[in-house]
């Protein structure tokens, strides 16, 4: 293979990971305030990117400059799937909180299924694929037989821009403290004057930003998006947070990564057809969670009595 | 700066089954009052119930002239109550800074926190020195500073300190009976629950005995230390 074809691989390899990473840190965030697993997370990215088309079509009569029109369509993704991450949060998962977190996973899963069936019903042709808006510019840079597209390698520096800013928040910000707090000792961090039931809403409205963020990616990058896109990114995203270590946002980066490299490597190595690049990834993730069944990012520090 | 805590007719279930039963007990303002009873006899319960963590199924919890019995944790940490938890409960992935910050988190102004941070260094220079290390990799005894200061970082009106000296080397256990005499003296209304019968007696003004959920006897401690019941209960 050649080297130009070899840096589309990895280019490609790169996108995937980054929306897998936005995924898997939703998860990882849910987890870490609520030890719980919602499955409805892959779905709440598809509604993301059906919520930014029908902003983009409710817009298209607006002579909007196509910035100006991805932003507006960004931030209606953005705003919505935060606050439906919200309500989510607070109709189905806090209720459940004595209950087995069993039970939070199968009303999650329950619920993934009703959004994507009612985007299939209800949306427009919602059974059909949608073209999806290609708004960012179309220029490359030609590099031999590579190719790097503006749109590619803007996207990825939004993914990095979002997963640091969202670091940022953690480490620096009071509220970014508090979520810290509950994911490690909630019932300490309610003594403290934390308001529990707050700090949940806000993590769940921010898991489901990012997740309506990569939904909206993936839409630019396939320029199509369908009712059923949710499913498979959120098993991906869900392998790749346990992969890298749940409960950790590093861990749940590197399992993006990680995944889409294995991906890659399917399509790219392993000699029979590209079909088989999924099997071959969860076949090595399989394997991983066998070898290292708390994932490959361990907490450090144990708790000392 | 201190308050008063009534407790009134408190009971609190776990699964129905009642731990408290039919509780009343004051913490005068401004004084030191403990709380002795064995393993088991509900004593961390209580804490919870005041704390909103576990709420009473009957009976009325009243701080500084307001009725907390049922509100949620946050708002009675609002009225101006702080705790120092039993086994420490420090966030062992945070900073000590970390820790100490949150015990302020009720605290709106950023200048306020800077200067409690600062007088907490001053207090406890070990802290000031290790702002920055991990609280999980503190040995047990820096953990119970981080503890009291984190609690101190909200210059409560009262302080709940449950079991300070559980684990900890006698040394460590002295000097925390100083410091909690100092927090006293700063005019915090202290509630102290305590196994360390004879230290706890000493430092306290008035003391009440729970035993099996219910109290069983009260008294100021000079007086409480000669009572035949807590005799037989503790000093063999």
């Not at chain 1, 898997?24 to 409805?40: E, R």
């Not at chain 2, 119930?49 to 944790?73: E, N």
């Not at chain 2, 705790?83 to 970390?98: N, Q, S």
């Amino acid at each position: 293979m050649d080297a130009g074809l070899l840096a589309q691989h990895v280019m490609n390899g790169l996108m995937l990971g980054m929306m897998y990473s936005l995924v898997a840190v939703g998860f990882t965030l849910f987890f870490g305030v609520l030890d719980v697993i919602k499955f409805s997370h892959g779905d709440v990215l598809m509604v993301g990117a059906f919520a930014a088309l029908a902003a983009y079509t409710a817009l298209a009569g607006q002579a909007l400059s196509p910035w100006l029109m991805l932003l507006a369509i960004l931030a209606a993704a953005v705003v919505a799937m935060g606050l439906l991450g919200m309500a989510i949060a607070q109709a189905f998962v806090l209720p459940l909180r004595t209950a087995p977190a069993l039970n939070t996973l199968l009303i999650t899963l329950m619920l993934g299924t009703a959004l994507r069936e009612a985007v299939r019903l209800f949306y427009p042709q919602g059974a059909n694929p949608k073209p999806f808006p290609a708004l960012l510019p179309k220029a490359s840079i030609d590099m031999g037989q590579f190719n790097l597209r503006a749109d590619n390698a803007i996207m990825f520096a939004a993914g990095i821009l979002s997963i640091v800013a969202l670091q940022l928040f953690l480490k620096h910000t009071k509220l970014g403290l508090a979520i810290r707090a509950v994911a490690q000792d909630e019932e300490t961090a309610r003594t403290m004057g934390i308001n529990f039931t707050m700090v949940v809403l806000i993590t769940f409205g921010i898991g489901s930003a990012l997740a309506a963020f990569a939904g909206v990616m993936n839409g630019l990058y396939y320029n199509e998006i369908n009712f059923g896109m949710g499913l498979l990114l959120g098993v991906i995203g869900f392998s790749a947070a346990i992969v890298g270590g749940l409960g950790s946002i590093y861990g749940a980066i590197l399992g993006g990564f990680l995944f889409a490299a294995l991906q890659t490597i399917g399509a790219v190595a392993v000699p029979f057809a590209s079909a088989y690049k999924d099997v071959f990834a969860f076949g090595v993730v399989i394997l991983i969670m066998t070898i290292k069944p708390t994932g490959l990012i361990r907490e450090k520090i144990s708790e000392r009595v | 700066m201190s308050a008063k805590l009534e407790i009134t007719g408190v009971y609190t279930a776990y699964d129905k089954a009642d731990v408290l039963e039919d509780v009343s007990l004051v913490a005068e303002p401004g004084r030191i009052t403990c709380l002795l009873g064995s393993n088991g006899s509900g004593k961390t319960t209580l804490i919870r119930s005041i704390l909103g963590l576990t709420r009473p199924r009957a009976g009325s919890i009243v701080f500084d002239g307001k009725d907390i019995t049922r509100l949620r944790t946050h708002k009675i940490v609002k009225a101006g109550i702080a705790c120092i938890p039993e086994g420490r409960k420090v966030f062992p992935k945070l900073t000590v800074e970390e820790n100490l910050r949150l015990g302020a988190y009720a605290e709106a102004s950023a200048s306020v926190i800077r200067t409690r941070l600062e007088s907490t260094f001053e207090q406890f220079p070990r802290l000031g020195e290790r702002r920055q290390q991990i609280a999980g990799t503190m040995s047990g005894g820096e953990q119970a500073m981080v503890s009291i200061g984190r609690g101190l970082m909200r210059a409560p009106k009262l302080l709940l300190i449950d079991e300070p000296s559980l684990g900890l080397s006698p040394r460590f256990v002295t000097e925390n009976f100083g410091i909690i005499r100092d927090i006293n003296a700063r005019g915090i209304t202290v509630f102290l629950v305590e196994q360390n019968v004879r230290q706890t007696l000493a430092v306290a003004h008035y003391g009440y005995v729970l035993s099996k959920g219910r109290v069983v006897a009260q008294g100021p401690t000079a007086e409480l230390a000669a009572r035949d019941e807590v005799r037989e209960a503790y000093f063999g």
